[in-house]
């Protein structure tokens, strides 16, 4: 067997006291959760999105003086009525603020203040259940993407990928100069649409050239229509042949990355598609996929309502996520097997205590990979935090395209 190649990147965080809502609490990495609410507080996430720390500290007031009647009793941010009190509702009132606040404003600063607009609109839509509340705050979310993106050296566009019978939206950024030019398909997991891609694009490859395609996960924001039961990659697939077809992507230097879910249908593209390379972030690949519903009962209700809304059977009993979620294991679909060995580059970049992404199931993927770097952070929970990553991401990309 091919021996797995671990690189270890040890990183010490400050704990940070935040203050919201009369509450005092700590966190040490991108997600805190708290006792009494369904939704965690990723307030460090929020803000490097482009968040507001005071405007944040206000919603989160604002939402745990709710009122109403609540979808849990038990969780104060449940509130059903699309009212003052409602999570959509509240980070939906802070993003329109905002987005009025930018048009007064040029340049930089109306750009920073769209991007705050994003962050608010995507936490109120956040986990993406296509329920009516999270649809209007996703709908902002697209209109001030696109906004957004008009700001851009080429701006983004707003275009359609053809997915099975079906078809997906997705948001095309190139970046300055003469093409083609290498490009990344990015996507996320079951419970953040593509609208989060923004600053890996700004940030990060448009400074190197380097293009990118933002596409959902089947289920979930511009693809909720999809199912994960017609494969995690399909969209991905989609989001390749647009690109093959385009003119504007070297199609020899298409890459792939996904994140936690969308980490699983990178590690199903890097032995299905013909790309460049595959980042694969935090994915469950096997083990999680095998739990009984008992043990996914363990988990946070929003993570699991996210993945029940992308199979199809949100509000149901887990017993019948477990009979679709199974298929979802890379190793029952025969993919993720030793005898399988692929040439395409792959980088792994996870934590050392992922509950969902156990290394035992990341050393099986790798030892399938003939070339293949891992980054293991040596911290607890799912997923290292974007700032991290993102650099990762886009240094190791840059790399492989200049080969």
Request: aromatic share 8%; glycine share 8%; net charge negative.
């Amino acid at each position: 067997m091919k021996k797995k190649k671990f690189t270890t990147l040890l990183l010490a965080f400050c704990l940070a006291s935040v203050s919201a809502y009369g509450q005092q609490y700590s966190f040490n990495s991108e997600e805190e959760t708290v006792s009494g609410w369904y939704h965690s507080h990723d307030i460090a996430t929020w803000v490097t999105k482009g968040a507001e720390r005071e405007v944040v500290d206000t919603v989160l007031t604002r939402v745990s003086n709710s009122i109403g009647g609540k979808r849990f009793p038990d969780l104060v941010d449940t509130q059903i009525e699309f009212a003052p009190g409602n999570w959509a509702y509240e980070w939906a009132q802070a993003g329109d603020v905002a987005r009025e606040e930018a048009q007064r404003l040029s340049g930089d600063d109306r750009l920073q203040k769209l991007r705050a607009a994003l962050a608010y609109y995507t936490t109120g839509s956040w986990p993406h259940l296509g329920r009516e509340d999270d649809r209007q705050a996703h709908e902002k979310a697209v209109a001030t993407y696109l906004e957004a993106g008009q700001m851009m050296a080429v701006p983004v566009r707003h275009v359609e990928l053809q997915v099975g019978s079906s078809t997906a939206m997705g948001y095309l950024h190139q970046p300055a100069g003469d093409g083609p030019f290498p490009f990344v398909i990015n996507t996320f997991g079951s419970d953040v649409t593509k609208e989060d891609s923004f600053d890996l694009f700004h940030r990060e490859l448009e400074p190197r050239g380097i293009g990118m395609l933002a596409v959902d996960m089947p289920g979930i924001g511009e693809a909720r229509h999809l199912s994960l039961r017609d494969g995690s990659d399909a969209v991905l697939e989609g989001a390749l042949a647009y690109l093959n077809q385009s003119g504007i992507a070297l199609n020899s230097k298409i890459y792939i990355v996904g994140g936690s879910f969308g980490g699983n249908a990178a590690a199903r593209a890097f032995y299905r598609l013909d790309v460049a390379g595959v980042v694969s972030m935090c994915a469950p690949l096997h083990s999680a996929f095998m739990l009984p519903p008992e043990a996914l009962d363990t988990l946070p209700k929003l993570t699991i309502d996210g993945v029940k809304a992308r199979f199809g059977v949100l509000g149901r009993p887990t017993e019948e996520l477990s009979s679709h979620i199974s298929q979802t294991s890379l190793v029952e679909q025969r993919f993720m097997v030793e005898t399988n060995q692929v040439a395409t580059p792959l980088l792994v970049i996870t934590t050392n205590r992922d509950p969902v992404a156990p290394l035992e199931d990341l050393a099986l993927l790798l030892s399938t990979a003939r070339n293949n770097e891992s980054v293991i952070l040596d911290l607890e929970g799912h997923c290292p935090p974007r700032w991290i990553r993102e650099p990762m991401i886009a240094r190791w990309i840059d790399d492989q395209a200049a080969r």
